[in-house]
């Protein structure tokens, strides 16, 4: 079977390690691994006391980067004030400049894709968190990118997958762009976790998505011919809904 270019990208993203949405997951498996692969790292759980101080730290912090406030990441995602907390907490304790860079954000991948490389697509990962293109990923930036991946609805989905192909951002993507990401995504898997594949597969595995998704066969895809060949594609639908409420 062929590996979905889409379906991966959201699979990997949100942390699944595995064959995508063809993986039995379990939530309590995938939100201990997803609050620390992005890069969060929750040990234990947080008592009323704790929850108040977190709540002091992300309205009152003296970090280098000062987040906004509670109410307002409250308002423009869909976490709760209790998971904003957790997930503050996690990101605080693994980076308690406020920001997290490049090198850090590939070195947390790493270490969950010990079995191949991972670096090449955190590298693609990070520059699809970091909105603003300042080299860093503020909390603001992880928790707005995690409230779409989990929370968000299938065109909010699609429309971040889309960014996350348009590699230089021009607003089409290239076959060039989606054979990087592909590429990204088997050797982040490494050779453990498929069959053992010949060096053309994933170039194969791109063609035929690309030529499905180029209707008008320019050369390019469009923002509106990928988010309408994904909403047509009942495997890529599965894996939109794969994380929903994962936390």
């Known amino acids: 079977a062929r590996t979905c270019p889409v379906s991966s990208v959201v699979c990997q993203a949100a942390s699944c390690p595995g064959n995508g949405y063809h993986q039995i997951v379990h939530r309590r498996g995938v939100r201990a691994r997803l609050l620390r692969l992005l890069p969060c790292s929750v040990g234990r759980k947080t008592s009323s006391s704790d ?9 009152l912090s003296a970090v280098r980067h000062r987040p906004e406030g509670l109410e307002q990441l409250e308002s423009q995602t869909r976490f709760s004030r209790k998971e904003l907390q957790i997930l503050y ?16 954000f590939k070195d947390i991948y790493a270490q969950f ?10 590298h693609f990962l990070f520059n699809a968190f ?7 990923v503020s909390f603001e930036d992880f928790v707005t990118g995690l409230s779409i991946l989990l929370r968000g609805t299938v ?34 898997m490494g050779k453990c976790t498929y069959p053992v594949l010949k060096e053309e597969t994933p170039r194969q595995h791109v063609e035929v998505f690309f030529q499905k998704m180029d209707r008008n066969k320019d050369g390019v895809v469009t923002i509106d ?23």
């Open 155 to 188: 065109q909010e989905k699609l429309n971040w997958a889309f960014n996350l192909y348009d590699i230089n951002k021009d607003g089409y993507i290239t076959k060039e762009e989606m054979l990087d990401i592909m590429k990204a995504i088997y050797d982040m």
């Open 130 to 136: 970091d909105t603003d293109h300042n080299g860093s």
């Open 89 to 104: 907490r996690g990101f605080k304790n693994e980076c308690p400049s406020g920001v997290v860079n490049e090198e850090t």
């Open 113 to 122: 894709f010990p079995q191949g490389d991972a670096s090449t697509y955190a």
């Open 51 to 59: 929850q108040n101080s977190v709540e002091d730290e992300l309205e």
């Open 225 to 247: 011919e990928f988010i309408d060949c994904c909403q047509n594609d009942e495997n890529i639908m599965r894996s939109m809904h794969l994380f929903e409420n994962v936390l």
